[in-house]
Protein backbone atom coordinates (compact mmCIF):
# COMPACT_ATOMS: atom_id res chain seq x y z
CA UNK A 1 0.00 0.00 0.00
CA UNK A 2 1.47 3.45 -1.15
CA UNK A 3 1.63 5.71 1.53
CA UNK A 4 1.31 9.70 0.34
CA UNK A 5 2.66 12.50 1.98
CA UNK A 6 -0.37 15.04 2.05
CA UNK A 7 2.01 17.86 2.48
CA UNK A 8 3.82 17.07 -0.64
CA UNK A 9 1.06 16.88 -2.46
CA UNK A 10 -1.07 19.68 -1.48
CA UNK A 11 1.97 21.64 -2.43
CA UNK A 12 2.00 19.67 -5.87
CA UNK A 13 -1.93 20.72 -6.30
CA UNK A 14 -1.15 24.36 -5.58
CA UNK A 15 1.69 24.60 -8.02
CA UNK A 16 -0.52 22.62 -10.22
CA UNK A 17 -3.96 24.17 -10.02
CA UNK A 18 -2.28 27.74 -10.62
CA UNK A 19 -1.93 26.90 -14.25
CA UNK A 20 -5.46 26.61 -14.19
CA UNK A 21 -6.07 30.19 -12.45
CA UNK A 22 -5.16 32.59 -15.40
CA UNK A 23 -7.92 30.72 -17.53
CA UNK A 24 -11.15 32.71 -17.74
CA UNK A 25 -12.93 29.78 -18.95
CA UNK A 26 -15.13 27.62 -15.65
CA UNK A 27 -15.02 24.42 -17.32
CA UNK A 28 -11.12 24.80 -18.17
CA UNK A 29 -10.38 26.07 -14.65
CA UNK A 30 -11.74 22.86 -12.95
CA UNK A 31 -10.27 21.04 -15.39
CA UNK A 32 -6.91 22.05 -14.84
CA UNK A 33 -7.73 21.55 -10.69
CA UNK A 34 -8.97 18.37 -11.15
CA UNK A 35 -5.99 17.05 -13.16
CA UNK A 36 -3.62 18.38 -10.05
CA UNK A 37 -5.96 17.64 -7.14
CA UNK A 38 -8.27 14.80 -8.06
CA UNK A 39 -5.90 11.80 -7.10
CA UNK A 40 -5.29 13.07 -3.41
CA UNK A 41 -8.94 13.90 -3.29
CA UNK A 42 -9.61 10.85 -3.58
CA UNK A 43 -7.09 9.51 -1.03
CA UNK A 44 -8.77 11.52 1.12
CA UNK A 45 -11.91 10.48 0.87
CA UNK A 46 -11.12 6.96 1.05
CA UNK A 47 -9.84 7.29 4.28
CA UNK A 48 -12.98 9.12 5.75
CA UNK A 49 -15.09 6.36 4.14
CA UNK A 50 -12.89 3.33 4.31
CA UNK A 51 -13.68 2.27 0.51
CA UNK A 52 -11.96 3.32 -2.90
CA UNK A 53 -15.07 3.23 -4.67
CA UNK A 54 -16.54 5.30 -2.29
CA UNK A 55 -13.62 7.74 -1.86
CA UNK A 56 -14.05 8.23 -5.79
CA UNK A 57 -17.31 9.05 -5.73
CA UNK A 58 -17.13 11.78 -3.20
CA UNK A 59 -14.11 13.42 -5.03
CA UNK A 60 -16.19 13.20 -7.89
CA UNK A 61 -19.49 14.91 -6.63
CA UNK A 62 -16.69 17.22 -5.16
CA UNK A 63 -15.77 18.74 -8.44
CA UNK A 64 -19.38 18.46 -9.93
CA UNK A 65 -20.39 20.73 -6.88
CA UNK A 66 -16.89 22.90 -8.05
CA UNK A 67 -17.76 22.95 -12.15
CA UNK A 68 -21.26 24.21 -10.59
CA UNK A 69 -20.00 26.67 -8.17
CA UNK A 70 -17.31 28.22 -11.06
CA UNK A 71 -20.13 27.89 -13.64
CA UNK A 72 -22.46 30.33 -11.62
CA UNK A 73 -19.60 32.53 -9.76
CA UNK A 74 -16.38 32.85 -12.22
CA UNK A 75 -13.93 33.25 -10.00
CA UNK A 76 -15.73 31.23 -7.37
CA UNK A 77 -12.62 28.59 -6.73
CA UNK A 78 -9.69 30.59 -5.40
CA UNK A 79 -6.34 29.76 -5.18
CA UNK A 80 -5.11 27.08 -3.77
CA UNK A 81 -8.08 25.10 -4.38
CA UNK A 82 -7.19 22.30 -2.20
CA UNK A 83 -8.74 23.29 1.29
CA UNK A 84 -12.08 24.11 -0.45
CA UNK A 85 -12.07 20.65 -1.74
CA UNK A 86 -11.09 18.89 1.38
CA UNK A 87 -13.64 20.31 3.11
CA UNK A 88 -16.50 19.53 0.18
CA UNK A 89 -14.81 16.02 0.50
CA UNK A 90 -15.30 15.99 4.18
CA UNK A 91 -18.70 17.12 4.37
CA UNK A 92 -19.93 14.90 1.72
CA UNK A 93 -18.21 12.09 3.49
CA UNK A 94 -20.12 13.19 6.26
CA UNK A 95 -23.60 13.27 4.55
CA UNK A 96 -22.61 9.75 2.98
CA UNK A 97 -21.91 8.22 6.86
CA UNK A 98 -25.88 10.12 8.02
CA UNK A 99 -27.59 8.52 5.18
CA UNK A 100 -25.44 4.76 5.44
CA UNK A 101 -26.52 5.50 9.60
CA UNK A 102 -29.82 6.31 8.54
CA UNK A 103 -30.61 3.45 6.17
CA UNK A 104 -29.24 0.91 8.30
CA UNK A 105 -31.73 2.40 11.02
CA UNK A 106 -34.42 2.25 8.90
CA UNK A 107 -33.53 -1.39 7.65
CA UNK A 108 -33.37 -2.36 11.05
CA UNK A 109 -36.52 -0.57 12.64
CA UNK A 110 -38.57 -2.13 9.46
CA UNK A 111 -37.65 -5.97 10.80
CA UNK A 112 -36.15 -7.27 8.23
CA UNK A 113 -34.75 -10.24 8.61
CA UNK A 114 -31.26 -10.14 9.63
CA UNK A 115 -28.66 -12.52 11.13
CA UNK A 116 -28.42 -13.25 14.32
CA UNK A 117 -24.46 -12.30 15.00
CA UNK A 118 -25.31 -9.37 12.59
CA UNK A 119 -28.51 -7.50 14.33
CA UNK A 120 -27.92 -4.29 16.43
CA UNK A 121 -28.36 -3.96 20.26
CA UNK A 122 -30.69 -1.57 21.59
CA UNK A 123 -27.85 0.35 23.07
CA UNK A 124 -26.35 0.74 19.03
CA UNK A 125 -29.87 1.96 17.78
CA UNK A 126 -29.95 4.63 21.13
CA UNK A 127 -26.35 5.82 20.35
CA UNK A 128 -27.00 6.23 16.32
CA UNK A 129 -30.13 8.29 17.45
CA UNK A 130 -28.66 10.34 19.74
CA UNK A 131 -25.38 10.65 17.78
CA UNK A 132 -28.32 12.29 14.78
CA UNK A 133 -29.31 14.88 17.53
CA UNK A 134 -26.27 16.32 17.43
CA UNK A 135 -25.09 19.49 15.53
CA UNK A 136 -23.24 18.41 12.38
CA UNK A 137 -19.90 19.36 12.98
CA UNK A 138 -19.73 17.67 16.45
CA UNK A 139 -21.38 14.68 15.22
CA UNK A 140 -18.28 14.83 12.25
CA UNK A 141 -15.79 14.92 14.66
CA UNK A 142 -17.22 12.59 17.70
CA UNK A 143 -17.55 9.89 14.62
CA UNK A 144 -14.18 10.77 13.31
CA UNK A 145 -12.86 10.05 16.68
CA UNK A 146 -14.56 7.80 18.18
CA UNK A 147 -15.55 5.57 15.02
CA UNK A 148 -12.50 5.96 12.28
CA UNK A 149 -10.31 7.10 15.87
CA UNK A 150 -8.69 9.60 13.99
CA UNK A 151 -6.13 12.11 16.01
CA UNK A 152 -7.68 15.40 17.40
CA UNK A 153 -5.02 16.59 14.47
CA UNK A 154 -5.53 14.88 11.71
CA UNK A 155 -9.20 16.04 12.12
CA UNK A 156 -8.68 19.41 12.68
CA UNK A 157 -6.93 19.16 9.70
CA UNK A 158 -9.50 17.52 7.57
CA UNK A 159 -12.38 20.61 9.17
CA UNK A 160 -9.42 23.00 8.72
CA UNK A 161 -10.26 24.35 11.91
CA UNK A 162 -7.46 24.24 15.25
CA UNK A 163 -7.26 20.95 17.36
CA UNK A 164 -8.18 23.30 20.30
CA UNK A 165 -11.83 23.49 18.48
CA UNK A 166 -11.65 19.90 17.82
CA UNK A 167 -11.46 19.28 21.49
CA UNK A 168 -13.85 21.33 22.51
CA UNK A 169 -16.61 19.47 20.23
CA UNK A 170 -15.34 16.49 21.03
CA UNK A 171 -15.59 17.34 24.97
CA UNK A 172 -19.45 19.12 24.32
CA UNK A 173 -20.19 16.05 22.32
CA UNK A 174 -19.59 13.46 24.95
CA UNK A 175 -21.38 15.64 27.25
CA UNK A 176 -24.19 16.15 25.34
CA UNK A 177 -24.45 12.22 24.79
CA UNK A 178 -23.90 11.37 28.21
CA UNK A 179 -27.02 13.69 28.91
CA UNK A 180 -29.05 12.28 25.73
CA UNK A 181 -28.12 8.57 26.42
CA UNK A 182 -28.01 8.58 30.40
CA UNK A 183 -25.73 7.81 33.15
CA UNK A 184 -25.77 3.84 32.37
CA UNK A 185 -23.56 4.42 28.89
CA UNK A 186 -19.80 4.52 29.06
CA UNK A 187 -18.30 6.95 27.22
CA UNK A 188 -14.73 7.14 27.16
CA UNK A 189 -12.40 10.33 27.00
CA UNK A 190 -9.42 9.50 25.25
Same mark, same amino acid.
Given at each position: ???????????????????????????????????????????????????????????????????????????????????????? &????? =? #?? +?? /?? !??????????????????????????????????????????????????????????????????? &????? =? #?? +?? /?? !???????????
Amino acid at each position: MQVMDLSVATATCRVNSAAGVGCQDPDGRVAAIYVACYQQLVGLATMLTGGRALGEEIAQEAFVIALQQERRKPGYLTDPAWPWLRIT &AVRLA =G #RN +RQ /RS !LREALMYRLRGAEAEPSKEWDVETIDIVRALRRLPSKMRLCVILSHVEDQSTVSIAAMLGCSSQNVD &AQLRR =G #RE +RL /RA !LLGESYNLDED
